[in-house]
């Protein structure tokens, strides 16, 4: 039975690779910091088919420990301090997290388990004011938050450990991915969990801030999918994973709004609060690597996407579901 070890379990993305992994026979052990209040919503459909182990991306011994003690044939590093808005109030916290944490995953695979397969969890936000259209796995990066730098900084580590060490280091550039287990301060979820609550009454506007900002955005289901067949290769790699299309807010507000027969116009509201300090305004990726190696494309619509998210919050706030996050 192959062993995965998953940071970041309790997130988006680590509940979905959990529960691809769990499908496909292995023994999956989630990493959580024994100081956290950890929510557990998002695994507890099956939490009781993994094995939860302490450590903490700020503490390398912690690291070192879990890999001596479980020994695991991949390594899924998808923990950080993911949300871009709250880098900019806490740039050393996503620095450590989002950045150096990366350095201490990898020096404890190479100190432990040094023939394990690895992942990590690079960001389309390294592109920031992009260079070309599309975005490639040759595009240079300029990020525009301490998140997209600290992303950067965790994408040169992997490939510097891939050459320097020999390990099967591979970084997913993934492009935004969303779905109805996506937090709540993420802007395609508060759109959607407010739509809800509008048309439950529940709520009366809906406060965003750049409405022309366009992205890359699939679902997450779709690129977990990904992660796991970057490390079936034989070799590491760096691949883009995306849609190939790009959407503005406006165009996910226009959708999610029309799912339940409302007019977007009537309950948006722009406030300056949510604005970021340095903007970045289109982001479209290429796959076309990811196809040609690894064979994965996106399955699931931006339109699927959309209505997938308002359908599932529809159903929270009717008392169908329980939440997710």
């Known amino acids: 039975m192959t062993k995965a070890l ?3 379990l309790t997130g988006q993305d680590g509940s979905y690779l959990a529960e691809l992994l769990l499908e496909k026979d292995y023994e999956v052990l989630g990493m959580v910091r024994r100081s956290s209040t950890v929510n557990f919503e998002r695994i507890a459909h099956f939490q009781d088919r993994i094995t939860l182990v302490p450590g903490d991306l700020l503490d390398s011994a912690s690291l070192i420990e879990v890999m001596r003690a479980h020994v695991p044939d991949e390594i899924y590093n998808l923990g950080a301090q993911s949300f871009v808005q ?12 989002t950045g150096l944490g990366v350095t201490r995953v990898l020096d404890a695979m190479r100190i432990a388990c040094p023939e394990a397969k690895f992942y990590q969890a690079s960001s389309s936000e390294m592109f920031g004011k992009v260079k070309e259209v599309p975005q490639t796995e040759d595009t240079p990066f300029y990020p525009r938050s301490p998140y997209g730098a600290a992303k950067v900084y965790g994408h040169w580590l992997t490939v510097n450990y891939r050459e320097s060490y020999d390990l099967h280091a591979n970084s997913g550039i993934l492009f935004n991915h969303e779905s109805p287990r996506r937090g709540h301060e993420f802007v395609t979820r508060k759109i959607t969990h407010t739509v809800a609550q509008i048309k439950h009454n529940l709520a009366s506007e809906l ?8 992205r890359d955005w699939g679902f997450a289901g779709d690129y977990v999918e990904a992660m796991w067949m970057m490390l079936q290769q034989d070799g590491p790699d760096d691949f883009v994973i995306c849609t190939g299309e790009t959407h503005s807010v406006r165009e996910f507000c226009q959708l999610a709004f029309d799912r339940v027969g409302l007019n977007w116009e009537d309950y948006v509201v722009i406030d300056q609060e949510f604005f970021r300090p340095a903007e970045v305004d289109l982001l479209v990726g290429d796959y076309a690597k990811a196809k040609k190696i690894l064979g994965w494309e996106p399955r699931t619509s931006f339109e699927g996407l959309v209505h997938l998210m ?8 009717d008392g169908k579901l329980k939440p997710l996050s």
């Open 310 to 317: 308002v359908d599932a919050d529809m159903a929270l706030l």
């Open 6 to 8: 998953i940071t970041g």
């Open 207 to 214: 406060r965003l801030g750049n409405l022309d900002a366009k």
């Open 86 to 97: 709250t880098s900019f109030g806490q740039p050393v916290l996503t620095g450590e997290t």
